[in-house]
């Protein structure tokens, strides 16, 4: 979460992504600049489109989401869709 908030600090225009494998589990975090989320971007709606993926679920904010899941194995995977959902964003 620290990190996520140092970035969206120093950059405009950003969604940040970022997952670990902790013990097992996955995590996933992200976040929007305050420029993006002005323009309607809502990461809450992205993460949740990738969530099952690690096996879990998500929630949070416009400018900030996260997710747990029981399969870190597939978090390249979610990665992957992450970055074909944002493309395809119209900001």
Do not use: H, W, Y
């Amino acid at each position: 979460r620290k990190t996520v908030d140092l970035i969206k600090q120093k950059q405009d225009n950003t969604i940040i992504a970022l997952g670990s494998n902790n013990a097992g589990r996955a995590l996933l975090v992200m976040g929007a600049t305050k420029d993006l989320c002005a323009k309607g971007i809502d990461v809450t709606g992205l993460i949740r489109q990738v969530a099952a993926l690690i096996g879990g679920s998500g929630g949070g904010r416009p400018d900030f989401a996260q997710a747990g899941g029981s399969k870190p194995e597939n978090l390249n995977a979610a990665f992957q869709e992450l970055k074909k959902f944002i493309n395809n964003l119209s900001i």
